[in-house]
């Protein structure tokens, strides 16, 4: 195994010149670090990470918090933060709650007795409850995709669902509908009351149990039953956006010519493709990226900035048309 010193011996630096080089802790000239490089490279030097983290008393890795990964929208997620880690020489230890409110205090409470230099947590379900496990944390932490209530204290860095929610409402009022129903996930309700200040405070609500195609297939047959006179729905999630498609050809009516539908989350793996649907497009990637900034450049205990909100836009497709086709 290839040591610091003979890394230093090879470049005819000192074994503290190598040591800056790789830490990056202290500047060092550019043909010197050239020089430490080459020798790296060329001897297959590999630092040894456990002695990095005692002597720099850092970790090179964050911690993040997801739901879940098979939800296209947090495999994105996912994605973007390693990626915007690895650039920057850090590294990703992903946990997932599962939307197990007791699975997140677990995995909350161990992690707040590892080293990590720190942690984000995307989406709020069942974790708001749980956050105070972290107020003694040593790491910053870091809330995003949330959107519950902002507690206080904690650096966020999330979208405006509300407004994402008024942007679908407006399509529609302005496409000349007058009667829409919304088909929503529990979890949504600020989507929901965006639309509805948009559009009309009296659109009806029917809530599916899970952002799920069967669970929503069966609330949308419901809603658009106990509303037939509805030419518009919005759903609050693409999957739920796709059965309410489903249901409305179970029951004779064509997209958008008998009903317009949008929706809001923008899958690319939906079971509608976005050439098809008009839905609200989510700037996850960017929200992703800079909860990593945020996170990167927080010092633990220090006074969080206001949150951070960023504005979704909506894409138009053959899902939507005025009235009657």
Request: proline residues 8%; neutral net charge.
């Amino acid at each position: 195994m290839v040591t610091m010193r003979e890394v230093a011996e090879r470049a005819g630096v000192t074994k503290q010149t190598v040591s800056n080089v790789v830490t990056g802790r202290v500047a060092v000239r550019p043909a010197t670090e050239a020089r430490v490089r080459a020798a790296i490279a060329e001897l297959g030097y590999v630092p040894n990470l456990v002695a990095r983290s005692l002597a720099t008393g850092s970790t090179r890795t964050v911690g993040l918090f997801v739901p879940t990964v098979s939800a296209p929208f947090y495999a994105d997620v996912v994605e973007e933060v390693e990626d915007a880690l690895e650039e920057r020489g850090h590294h990703l230890l992903l946990c997932t709650t599962r939307r197990d409110g007791e699975r997140a205090r677990r995995h909350l409470a161990g992690l707040t007795s590892r080293s990590v230099d720190a942690l984000l947590i995307a989406g709020d379900q069942g974790l708001t409850g749980h956050l105070p496990l972290l107020a003694d944390a040593r790491f910053p932490v870091v809330l995003c995709a949330w959107e519950a209530p902002v507690p206080p204290g904690f650096p966020v860095v999330t979208i405006d669902y509300a407004y994402g929610g008024g942007l679908a409402g407006r399509h529609l009022r302005e496409l000349g509908h007058e009667r829409a129903v919304i088909l929503a996930s529990p979890a949504h309700s600020v989507r929901v009351e965006g639309f509805r200040r948009a559009f009309r405070e009296d659109s009806p609500v029917h809530l599916a149990p899970a952002p799920a195609f069967r669970a929503g297939l069966d609330t949308a047959l419901a809603a658009l039953r106990a509303h037939p006179g509805a030419t518009a729905l919005f759903a609050t999630h693409d999957v739920l956006a796709a059965a309410a498609t489903e249901a409305a050809r179970a029951l004779g009516r064509s997209v958008p010519h008998d009903l317009s539908v949008v929706a809001h989350d923008d899958t690319p793996e939906g079971l509608l493709s976005r050439s098809t649907l008009t839905s609200v497009v989510l700037p996850k990637r960017e929200m992703s990226r800079q909860a990593v900034d945020l996170a990167l450049a927080t010092p633990p205990g220090a006074v969080p900035p206001a949150p951070r909100l960023l504005l979704p836009r909506l894409v138009p497709g053959a899902s939507t048309a005025p009235p009657g086709g």
